[in-house]
């Protein structure tokens, strides 16, 4: 598949667009490809808390930052506030995840806010997304899959819904996905299917794991 297809997703941005679901196998072939997803910045996976906090100064020296236990999962969480994150330079959070048993590194949750930039330029936000997909398509996902396009939840005109614009497993389980909300389900006319309305895109996701089938989490 030809990564322009990707990109007619997302062409007309925050109009509506047709939903289309793709299932490949090798869509990064035509691309220079990238091993797997080792972490996001100077924080790689497996590291300890020790070395993802120097990690962090290194890379956030000025940014807030907190360390919560998540008591759901049994999970330490380190909670990094920024005032503006690229692409989409806006605010954002990052949560760094450290796992249940192992102790160590094993998700990384970035979140921008658009409503706190009141979405401004939502060609910059479209490029962006854009940006991102093409980065995470350039990953090595033979023998994986990749899913774009598609709603989470039981789809209503109407209704506000996560939307996956990227969802990347490889061979070894490492996964990113890339979601945005609130998208509203639109009725497309007869014969289109359902359309996605992103005129109201408050919050993009990204999420980099480790392992994407057995999180390692108390439960």
Same mark, same amino acid.
């Given at each position: 598949?030809?990564?322009?297809?990707?990109?007619?997703?997302?062409?007309?941005?925050?109009?509506?667009?047709?939903?289309? /679901?793709?299932?490949? $196998?090798?869509? %990064?072939?035509? &691309?220079?490809?990238?091993?797997? =997803?080792?972490?996001?910045?100077? +924080? #790689?996976?497996?590291?300890?808390?020790?070395?993802?906090?120097?990690?962090?100064?290194?890379?956030?020296?000025?940014?807030?930052?907190?360390?919560?236990?998540?008591?759901?999962?049994?999970?330490?969480?380190?909670?990094?506030?920024?005032?503006?994150?690229?692409?989409?330079?806006?605010?954002?959070?990052? /949560?760094?995840?450290? $796992?249940?048993? %192992?102790?160590? &590194?094993?998700?990384?949750?970035? =979140?921008?806010?658009?409503?706190? +930039? #009141?979405?401004?330029?939502?060609?910059?936000?479209?490029?962006?997304?854009?940006?991102?997909?093409?980065?995470?398509?350039?990953?090595?996902?033979?023998?994986?899959?990749?899913?774009?396009?598609?709603?989470?939840?039981?789809?209503?005109?109407?209704?506000?819904?996560?939307?996956?614009?990227?969802?990347?497993?490889?061979?070894?389980?490492?996964?990113?996905?890339? &979601?945005?909300?609130?998208?509203?389900?639109?009725?497309?006319?007869?014969?289109?299917?359902?359309?996605?309305?992103?005129?109201?895109?408050?919050?993009?996701?990204?999420?980099?794991?480790?392992?994407?089938?057995?999180?390692?989490?108390?439960?």
């Amino acid at each position: 598949m030809k990564k322009r297809a990707l990109h007619r997703i997302f062409g007309r941005l925050p109009l509506i667009v047709f939903l289309s /679901v793709l299932l490949v $196998g090798a869509m %990064a072939s035509s &691309l220079a490809r990238r091993g797997e =997803v080792e972490g996001f910045e100077s +924080a #790689n996976f497996g590291s300890t808390e020790e070395i993802v906090s120097a990690a962090i100064r290194k890379d956030f020296a000025d940014a807030k930052v907190e360390a919560k236990m998540d008591d759901v999962t049994g999970m330490k969480k380190w909670f990094v506030y920024v005032n503006n994150l690229p692409p989409f330079n806006v605010p954002a959070q990052i /949560v760094y995840g450290f $796992g249940y048993r %192992a102790k160590t &590194l094993v998700q990384i949750d970035i =979140v921008w806010d658009l409503v706190a +930039a #009141n979405r401004q330029n939502p060609e910059r936000i479209r490029r962006a997304i854009e940006g991102l997909i093409d980065s995470y398509s350039s990953f090595d996902w033979a023998e994986g899959n990749i899913i774009t396009g598609y709603f989470l939840g039981n789809v209503d005109s109407g209704s506000p819904l996560r939307f996956l614009f990227f969802r990347g497993i490889s061979r070894q389980k490492r996964m990113i996905a890339l &979601l945005g909300w609130p998208v509203y389900a639109k009725l497309g006319r007869k014969g289109e299917g359902v359309g996605a309305d992103f005129a109201k895109l408050g919050r993009i996701s990204a999420i980099y794991q480790v392992n994407a089938t057995a999180t390692d989490a108390r439960r």
